[in-house]
């Protein structure tokens, strides 16, 4: 096996790791020297990224995996394309690329990960929760992966295995607050409304610029028949998103808010705003 150049580890570690992308550098303990061919390709692709040209970087992709058909770092370079396809709303190809990529190694941390969340992010319920449990089995105290399947377990409305995942967290992580975030939305759909709103306030204590919080007191708030607070907190929680402010979540909140507050035209803009980020009808839940 050649020996990994200098130059490509120096490429390597200023173009992957930044972008928080994979890079395998050994590969059954030899290292592993890529084509210049393919890291041409490679090294290409992310001076699209960096240009925000993904169509572009998917190509240059693709052309590395083309060039080298039987690379080590096909694997790696398939979960990236299926980021890029995904960042550019390509959700059938980028589920394929996680795939192709987990069908050399189904076990992997990161492509289990990757996939997990695209299948939470395309209602794929089921399916996300089966590739976090796979992950999890993998590394058990993965806070992420438990965060994430209790959360799609609380859409299931299976508060006690939700319960489960939160309180491992917390065994985990004493002091980490993304189990607290969890334990808020779980007390919200029990119903008990006075200990999720203390678990809000403790959490917007320990991080007020969170808007995900402030909209989800918000949605408690709605629930407990307080729209003036309801208001305040879902404006906050507007304003600290700023440029993020594209969650169709956030205006049918509002929107529910300002119908209770009888201030109807504006409610029908805030409705208008998030049928234009996507929303479709269906009941929508901010995730704290």
């Known amino acids: 096996m050649k020996q990994l ?27 592993y020297a890529p084509a210049q061919i393919e890291t041409d390709w490679i090294s290409l692709s992310f001076d699209y990224i960096e240009q925000n040209q993904l169509d572009s970087a998917e190509m240059a992709l693709k052309q590395a995996l083309k060039s080298k058909p ?33 069908g050399t190694f189904p076990k992997h941390p990161v492509f289990l990960e990757s996939r997990a969340s695209l299948f939470a992010e395309t209602g794929k ?59 808020a939305s779980l007390a919200k759909l029990r119903g008990d409304y006075e200990e999720a709103e203390k678990i809000y ?33 879902i404006n906050q929680a507007i304003r600290l998103a700023g440029g993020n402010a594209r969650n169709p979540y956030l205006y049918i ?8 507050l009888h201030e109807n035209n504006s409610a029908y803009k805030d409705l208008q705003k998030a049928i234009e980020l996507g929303y479709e009808g269906e009941e929508l839940t901010i995730k704290s």
């Open 5 to 31: 150049n200098k130059s490509v580890i120096k490429f390597l570690l200023k173009k992957y790791l930044p972008a928080g992308l994979m890079v395998l550098f050994f590969l059954l303990g030899e290292v």
């Open 70 to 102: 039987d690379s080590p770092l096909n694997p790696f370079l398939l979960n990236n394309l299926g980021t890029i396809q995904r960042r550019n709303g390509k959700s059938d190809d980028a589920l394929l690329s996680y795939t192709a990529a987990l």
């Open 125 to 183: 319920t089921a399916n996300a929760i089966l590739d976090y449990s796979a992950l999890l089995n993998e590394i058990p105290n993965h806070e992420e992966a438990l965060y994430q399947r209790g959360l799609l377990y609380l859409q299931m409305k299976n508060t006690d295995f939700a319960e489960s995942d939160f309180r491992q967290m917390l065994e985990i992580n004493p002091n980490g607050l993304f189990a607290r975030k969890g334990f």
């Open 201 to 233: 306030s403790y959490l917007l204590d320990k991080d007020p610029e969170d808007y995900n919080l402030y909209a989800g007191r918000a949605e408690l708030y709605l629930l407990m028949e307080k729209p003036g607070k309801a208001s305040s907190d």
């Open 253 to 260: 909140i509002r929107y529910r808010v300002k119908l209770l």
